[in-house]
DNA sequence: TAAATAATTAGGCGAATATCTAATTAATAT
DNA sequence: ATATTAATTAGATATTCGCCTAATTATTTA
């Protein structure tokens, strides 16, 4: 849980996240969306991945990234510890 | 947003969070909860503060904090986008 | 008004973080 | 086999972070 926290505290990272909410893509792909070397991106690939909020799946000589659920439901339920505090308004539609 | 995520990324600050749940308390209550300098936790309170995740209320002498719906609310804004590609086991009771 | 109490602000220091360049590993294609 | 491409690992550096002690501000009480 702690990885997770700290994985999402970092505004590229967060914006892999979001990246790959369209799909799973690889390093190069993810790497050409940013305005930083690809060491930089692999590096924090890493963390998210140690932080089981992605997955790495090796294709021949590319590694494919996708969301993974188990980061996000660490985190989740972190939240859910509050939720019961407040009252948050519910998406529109609920899947 | 950005000043959220970054309050959250701190055992401490969490912890101060899950205390604050039982309901307001002023600084020296909160840190004698702390092995940690009173200094250090008025630091992590400001941060807190910043993030609009506690709310701080003078009275007198004292400085009663409680948590502020606010800043949950900006962290949970930002997991909704990812809760419609995974399915959360929701609590056992709905309030 | 002086002493005590509650809390913050200021300044300093070591550890952790984000980034870069250079080097390495692994897979494909010529 | 060799060159090329995808990606990571290693090493260096500048910045940020978390903690401490000392000093300051503000409020209450004797």
Same mark, same amino acid.
């Given at each position: 849980?702690? %990885?997770?926290?700290?994985?999402?505290?970092?505004? %590229?990272?967060?914006?892999?996240?979001?990246?790959?909410?369209?799909?799973?893509?690889?390093?190069?792909? /993810?790497?050409?969306?940013?305005?930083? %070397?690809?060491?930089?991106?692999?590096?924090?690939?890493?963390?998210?991945?140690?932080?089981?909020? /992605?997955?790495?799946?090796?294709?021949?000589?590319?590694?494919?990234?996708?969301?993974?659920?188990?980061?996000?439901?660490?985190?989740?339920?972190?939240?859910?510890?509050?939720?019961?505090?407040?009252?948050?308004?519910?998406?529109?539609?609920?899947?």
């Amino acid at each position: 849980m702690e %990885t997770a926290f700290k994985a999402i505290n970092d505004v %590229t990272r967060r914006e892999i996240l979001q990246f790959l909410i369209q799909g799973p893509q690889n390093a190069g792909q /993810i790497a050409k969306q940013f305005d930083m %070397t690809k060491p930089s991106i692999s590096h924090h690939l890493d963390l998210l991945k140690q932080a089981q909020l /992605i997955d790495a799946v090796k294709k021949g000589q590319f590694i494919h990234y996708s969301l993974n659920k188990k980061g996000f439901e660490s985190i989740h339920q972190w939240f859910q510890g509050f939720a019961q505090h407040f009252e948050f308004p519910k998406p529109k539609i609920r899947l």
